[in-house]
Every structure is written in C-alpha cells, then in structure tokens.
C-alpha cells in the first residue's frame, strides 16, 4: 500500500539554460538579370494600374458612405483552441461578424456557441475553421469545445455580439506581441513549481480492506456518491466517486479469491460496473442491459467471481461511462503479484533475484470531465510525491482511464516494462517514455539510484503547463 508523503520537503530550484542556435542565410550567387529594352513600357504601366488601385483603395476607405460610418468591415475575428483552453476566453463580434477558429492543440477540437445551432466541424491541430455568427442577435453567449470532457476541463469562454458593425477582442495576452507581461509568466510557472507539494483535501487510490464471510469470500463495499473533490489548491469540483474518494479505492485480491463486491447507488442517475482486463462471468461483467439490470438511483447491486488468473485491471462504471468515468468513476483492480524478471540481465542490467519491492504504486491517468487533466485524481502542484530511498525498486502500474493517449516520461530512471495490461512480457524492455492509450495498463519497474527530485510527467507539454503555470499530469520523486 502507499500513503502521501510528509509535505515538508525542500525542493531545491533548478534553472536550466539553453542556447539558441543560428543560421545565416546564403548570399544568392546568381547575377541579376538586365530587363529588355522592350520591357520599360510594360513596367510603366503596371506600376500606373498599381497606382490607381491604391488611389481607389483609398478613396473607398475613406468613403464616409459607407454603411459603417466609414472603412471596411472588419474580417472574421481569431480565437485558438488548445488543451484545454479558448484564447481569449472572452471577445466580442460586431453584428453580422465571424470567427475564425484555429486548433493550436494536439487533439481534435470543434466550436459550439450554446444554445443554438452553430457549430464547426471536428478538426485537427494546425487547422482553421471559420464558425458564421451573423445570425446572433446582440447579447452574450457560452461557446465551448463540444468533444467529451473538454468543455469541463477548461475549453468554455464568453463571446458578446454587439449591435453595431465593429469587433473587439478582450483577455488575448500570452501570445507574444507589445502586451506580453514575459516576467509574469517567468513567475506564473516558477511560483507554482515551488508550490509543489501542495495539499489539499481527500486523497485517491487508497487499498479497500474486504470483510471474511464464514466460507473464505472476500467481500468488498463501495458506495457510488457525487462529492466535492478538491483537484488543485482551491479549486472544487463535483466528483462522481467510488466511496468518496478519486481514484476509486484500490482492490488486490489473490489468485483463487472468491470475491463480492457490493456497490450501493447513491447517484442521481443509474450506473453499472465493468472490471476492465479481469476475467469474470458473463453476468458480471458489468454491461447493463446485456449482463444485468440496470442498477437504479438508490438500488444495490452485489457482483461476485472467483479471481481465476493474475490481473492489474480496472474497474469502472460502463453506462454512460463518456461522463461517469472521466468524473471520478474509476479505480484499480488487482489479483496477485505481477511476476517480475528476477535473476535476469536485460540490456545490461542484472535485476537481482532476491528482489525486493520497496512500493508499489498505482498511477491512474485522466484527462476529461470534471477531473480533467490529472495523475490519480490530483493535478499539480497537488499530486503526491514519489518519495523512496536510494537503490530502492519500485513496481508502478499506469493505468490509463481518459480519453487520450498520454507518454509517460521520467527524468531520470529507466523503466523496465515488465507487463502489459497485467500479463507478463516474455522479453520486458527498458524506456524512458511509454505512451499510455485510453484503456491500457503498464506495469513498469525502476530503481531510484540518483539521488534528488526527479519529475515525472506527461509528455504533451499542454497536458502539463499553461501560461499560468505547471498543472495536470506532473508529479515528482524524490530520492533520499
């Protein structure tokens, strides 16, 4: 089992540099070529025409005629969609205006303006999309990312239509240019790097102890509740949760287990539980209405099987899972020990045949609903630390309950993958990065030979830093 650490830990400051290359441009080496005499009239009059379409440019600009009172109506507006973020968040059209909208993430986004019916296309990064809102009266309108879980992790703003023909932006800054506060990012990031660990309230993950029937069956209870979980300093959020806590509590059984788990509803709405990767009978498998009834708001429902082979799965509610699992519904299901490589040398490395595992750690990944982005329900600065001693071995088990796929780097330690989805590898392998798909499980093991504070992390940087600093899928460990 793992607890928090002690918070009181003294993280020293690191400031890396970096030089920034430069290239100079060749010289063209070709001699310029000499225009033909019988070329002069033909410049001449190209640059009259030029002239007088600038003179008519002009004139036309200035034309206070025009409908507007004067100048051309300005083009569509410019909003960026990145992970999870609208900016700016918050801009006003003119009357008959619109927007262009450019995916600067790394997933598919869209536009939606609520309550109505415009919305553009699913697109991916680096693409634009022009959203026509010309048919909006004047007022003040919601528009947010309609791909699952992405409004809720931050991709919602506020778009005002004013009555006359001129459009303005607001909130815009970050993005380079005259107005950019560069010191204030410096410090946004820093101040909450040194914030690192944060505490909060509740934590996820924790091991659920069975009670013994008089016939060996180990009988576990979860209650499935909405509570308010704190997923960074200050800041609350509606969790659906197994007994309170996010991740769901962590199940490890043995091999040959006879188990019960009885889940009492307590949700507004029906829910089910599917044991992802977990051998079981058909009619616990957790699919309602294929394998069972629905269980209700306010019913109970007892599942039971016998632990017949090794798993590091997941359990997790399947109906309506789009919104019920991003939203905390999730947790860790473990039967037996993962076998490990002991005795062997791969890529160099002798791992000891009197290993011994110092911790075993659970790292949910999510990245949707009212969670969002976050390692074991938490996001930085208020992840828990990794804290072990040098030389100790540690077994880390991904599991990956989002939406996206997400590349798990450490720092420092190799990682030796020595399970897939709970089943042992015939030939485990070292990486520094592991890319986690939604659904997949890796079991990875490391030594902690180096000591100091090692950070631990998503590798698609938007999954972990925005202008105001680090957040999401980033922990550390810390080697005594």
């Not at 209650?223 to 609350?236: D, M, N």
Request: net charge negative.
């Amino acid at each position: 089992m793992w607890t928090r650490t002690d918070r009181s830990i003294d993280l020293q400051e690191h400031t890396p540099t970096m030089a920034t290359p430069t290239t100079e441009a060749p010289a063209a080496d070709r001699p310029a070529s000499k225009p033909r005499s019988g070329d002069f009239g033909m410049i001449a009059v190209t640059l009259l025409a030029a002239l007088g379409l600038i003179f008519s440019f002009v004139a036309f600009a200035t034309n206070d005629d025009s409908p507007s009172g004067g100048g051309v109506a300005a083009g569509p507006l410019a909003i960026s969609l990145t992970e999870f973020a609208l900016s700016p968040s918050d801009m006003t059209v003119g009357a008959g205006g619109s927007l262009l909208v450019t995916n600067d993430g790394s997933q598919i986004h869209n536009l939606r303006v609520e309550g109505t019916d415009l919305i553009t296309p699913d697109f991916g990064s680096g693409e634009s999309e022009t959203l026509d809102v010309s048919s909006l009266d004047p007022g003040e309108y919601t528009i947010f990312c309609e791909i699952a879980g992405h409004a809720a992790a931050g991709m919602t703003g506020t778009l005002t239509v004013s009555s006359d023909g001129g459009g303005t932006v607001a909130g815009a800054g970050g993005h380079g240019g005259e107005d950019t506060d560069w010191e204030g990012l410096d410090n946004a990031m820093l101040n909450t790097m040194r914030a690192f660990p944060a505490e909060t309230e509740g934590t996820g993950n924790q091991p659920l102890e069975p009670s013994v029937l008089a016939d060996g069956t180990k009988r576990f209870e979860l209650t499935a509740e909405i509570v308010q979980w704190e997923v960074e300093p200050g800041k609350f959020v509606e969790a659906w949760t197994y007994n309170g806590m996010v991740p769901g509590p962590w199940i490890k059984v043995d091999v040959g287990d006879n188990i019960q788990v009885h889940i009492q509803n307590d949700l507004p709405m029906g829910t089910d539980i599917h044991w992802h990767g977990v051998r079981t009978p058909n009619d616990m498998d957790g699919v309602a209405p294929y394998t069972q009834d629905l269980i209700r708001a306010g019913e109970d429902f007892t599942y039971e099987f016998v632990a017949e082979r090794k798993a590091v799965g997941m359990y997790h509610a399947h109906h309506h899972g789009q919104m019920q699992v991003p939203n905390g519904m999730l947790g860790l299901i473990q039967i037996g020990d993962v076998d490990l490589p002991r005795g062997k040398t791969i890529s160099g490395t002798l791992i000891p045949e009197d290993l011994e595992i110092a911790l075993e750690y659970p790292m949910i990944l999510n990245d949707a609903g009212t969670i969002g982005l976050s390692l074991n329900g938490k996001s930085f600065p208020a992840t828990a630390p990794i804290s072990v001693q040098e030389d100790d071995w540690i077994l880390v088990h991904y599991a990956n309950e989002g939406l996206q796929i997400h590349p798990m780097h450490q720092h420092q330690f190799p990682q030796l993958i020595v399970a897939k989805d709970g089943i042992p590898l015939d030939n485990p392998y070292f990486a520094d990065t592991i890319n986690v798909a939604p659904g997949e499980r890796y079991s990875v093991l490391l030594q902690a030979d180096s000591v100091g504070t090692w950070v631990w992390h998503c590798h698609i940087l938007t999954h972990v830093e925005r202008e105001e600093g680090m957040f999401g899928m980033v922990t550390a460990m810390i080697v005594s």
